[in-house]
């Protein structure tokens, strides 16, 4: 129930309908728990304390809950290791693919091509092409240990390819065509695959990309193939002649094959998702097939309410950790709709539209993207019918004031969770819950099963802004790094506190909720002043003159150097659009907020998952070559980020 559209800052907007708890996830598990003699108490608050209180109850419970189906020996639920050793479920087997596919029927995936073409699989005829995508690899030796990789677009054949590798318990990876050659190598060579399975070509924004020149440069820097499988049929261009052995995936999957799942350990290796890769070469991420699928089944069945039957929606290229959310929405009973190409065109309506039609019930979309649908005329309420959707799920950057506002006087009486995770575990560390209540500009708890907590620099606990760190194991914290020894896997998450996960997030807990401050490593600190550019953000953003923003801080030689780089809507004068966020930062924070410099741009640089290129810029103010901040091949814009570098070289050249 909506209280107030247009409440103020931390004000109540959204309060659940207690009628409705029993049914939902959390509601069900409550009840499940409370069955099998566990006081966890009615409440979610007092729900998620006894499920870090006790971990082992926790995990082994939800795990029956979730219908997984272990076989192996019982025992432990986790050794007593500490992070990030810690061993789950040891002796048990399972296999990811299997809980996804058995025992569904009705439709499994919904296909949306940027032409508006649809096609529907039912569960049925997706376990007969697992089957037989399986057998096919299976023939050429593909087994534990042999990583199979994509270059694919959100299609049909990128899910069975996913679940076809898992099945054999082979190892998958995937990233979506726009990447370039260098991406894609600096990722895939690393794995040494055995198998690629690629499209030619892919649509996107109306036009049919031909990828030929690239993937030759890839394959030719990819030695270890011995197969390529073509996916042809969703772009006019042909494939190409190639030294590894090549068929079309018509020709894969033609022979009907027997389903047959490998059981493997719990920690068995399952996939490799890749960090943003903006630096160095980009950390392999590998997670285990049970790890994964608990994360994955909490967040959806629980932080997400998605029931067998719903449609889920997330609006997430292949590359990007939430379209294994999408593949994993099957190990609910749900349906899931693949948005290909640009999901935004021809307009940003495309995705209210697409939900409308397929009568979705859980829709997933990045922050950005609601920012931007606010500073449109965009109703969505009066312009699609939108009855079936019970949840608007928001993640990958903090979301604003102005955002949540929006969603309830735009959108509708729906569930707003506002979510923050990671790649680093599959999963989110805070998100929603369907019988708690929304306040403006926060995020409403802390996931089942995680420990998170703000500290300090000292490593205290705080009542105020701190780091986010994760003080007990999750299940599906990463197994390894690819081709690590344990070193960088180490650097990156427990080198701050000993024994303890930092995320690299600033965090907050309130009475109200969670507010997420942005990144710790990208912290400005003016004069002893550490400020979050998530504050900066949310008070530049929400003006209708700003398309979007970008701040960084640089140490200088004696001087510390904080310019706010901006992207105008159109049609405004850049000089009004000063004016209005001098005044705003004044307004919302303090004139110790204000930058050094606003430098208008023609865009703000992301990579191609859409996380703001900060870091990068700031390195590149620093005196860093561009081609040692960032892979190109990585980012959204190239010629973007190039200008960028133009400016710093230029800013560098004045200051010496």
């Not at 995508?133 to 899910?159: F, K, M, S």
């Not at 495309?350 to 449109?376: D, M, P, S, Y």
């Not at 133009?646 to 800013?651: I, P």
Request: charged share 20%; with cysteine; net charge negative.
């Amino acid at each position: 129930m909506i209280i107030d559209a247009a409440a103020a800052d931390g004000e109540l907007i959204w309060q659940p309908n207690s009628a409705d708890f029993a049914q939902t996830g959390v509601g069900r598990f409550t009840e499940f728990v409370a069955q099998h003699g566990h006081e966890a108490g009615a409440d979610y608050e007092s729900l998620w304390q006894w499920s870090v209180d006790e971990p082992e109850q926790f995990w082994e419970l939800f795990a029956k809950f979730a219908g997984v189906e272990f076989g192996g020996v019982a025992g432990e639920v986790m050794s007593q290791d500490p992070m990030p050793n810690t061993k789950w479920f040891p002796g048990r087997t399972l296999n990811f693919a299997r809980h996804l596919l058995h025992g569904h029927e009705g439709t499994a995936l919904i296909a949306i091509s940027e032409d508006g073409g649809r096609e529907e699989t039912s569960w049925e005829s997706l376990r007969e092409e697992v089957a037989a995508l399986a057998q096919y690899l299976r023939v050429r030796g593909v087994g534990h240990g042999d990583c199979v990789v994509a270059i694919l677009p959100n299609v049909a054949e990128a899910v069975v390819g996913l679940l076809a590798t898992a099945s054999l318990g082979a190892i998958w990876s995937v990233c979506a065509p726009e990447f370039g050659a260098g991406a894609v190598v600096s990722r895939f060579a690393q794995l040494e695959p055995k198998v690629v399975l690629a499209a030619p070509g892919y649509m996107l924004g109306g036009k049919d990309r031909d990828r030929r020149e690239e993937l030759n440069e890839i394959f030719a820097q990819l030695p270890t193939v011995e197969h390529i499988i073509w996916v042809g049929r969703h772009t006019s261009t042909p494939t190409i002649e190639t030294a590894a052995s090549a068929t079309t995936w018509e020709q894969a999957v033609a022979e009907p094959a027997e389903l047959r799942f490998a059981d493997v350990e719990f920690s068995h290796p399952l996939w490799v998702l890749f960090s943003s890769g903006t630096t160095g070469i980009p950390k392999g991420i590998v997670h285990g097939h049970g790890g994964a699928l608990l994360e994955e089944l909490k967040m959806l069945l629980i932080h997400s309410d998605l029931r067998p039957g719903d449609r889920y929606l997330n609006v997430a290229s292949t590359s990007w950790v939430l379209w294994n959310a999408v593949v994993s929405a099957l190990g609910v009973g749900a349906t899931a709709v693949l948005i290909d190409g640009n999901p935004t065109f021809p307009s940003l309506d495309r995705v209210w539209q697409i939900t409308a039609q397929e009568r979705v019930a859980v829709l997933g979309v990045g922050a950005g993207f609601v920012h931007a649908c606010a500073k449109t005329e965009l109703v969505p309420q009066d312009e699609h019918d939108l009855g079936s959707l019970k949840s608007l799920q928001v993640t990958g950057s903090p979301l604003s004031t102005d955002g949540f506002r929006w969603v309830y006087s735009h959108v509708g009486d729906i569930w707003l969770a506002s979510m923050s995770g990671g790649t680093d575990i599959a999963s989110i560390f805070v998100g929603g819950s369907p019988n708690l209540p929304v306040h403006v500009g926060y995020i409403q708890a802390p996931a089942l099963g995680v420990r998170v907590e703000a500290w300090d620099e000292h490593g205290d606990p705080t009542t105020g802004k701190g780091e986010l760190v994760i003080t007990k194991p999750m299940p599906s914290m990463p197994l390894k790094f690819w081709g690590d020894d344990g070193t960088r896997y180490h650097e990156s998450y427990f080198s701050t506190y000993p024994g303890v996960w930092r995320h690299g997030d600033f965090i907050e807990f309130t009475q109200r909720g969670i507010l997420i401050h942005g990144r710790s490593d990208s912290t400005l600190n003016r004069n002893g002043l550490r400020l979050g550019s998530a504050d900066i953000y949310a008070a530049v953003e929400s003006l209708p003159e700003v398309a979007e923003a970008l701040i960084v801080g640089v140490e200088l030689g004696t001087d510390y150097y904080m310019p706010l780089f901006v992207q105008v809507t159109s049609g405004t004068d850049p000089e009004v659009a000063k004016t209005a966020i001098i005044q705003s930062i004044r307004q919302n924070l303090s004139v110790r907020y204000l930058p050094d410099e606003i430098v208008f741009m023609r865009a703000i640089p992301h990579t191609r998952t859409g996380k703001k290129l900060e870091v990068p810029v700031k390195r590149m103010l620093q005196g860093a070559p561009l081609d040692q901040v960032a892979d190109l091949g990585a980012v959204d814009d190239p010629e973007l980020l190039e200008e960028y570098s133009k400016f710093a070289l230029e800013k560098l050249a004045v200051i010496s």
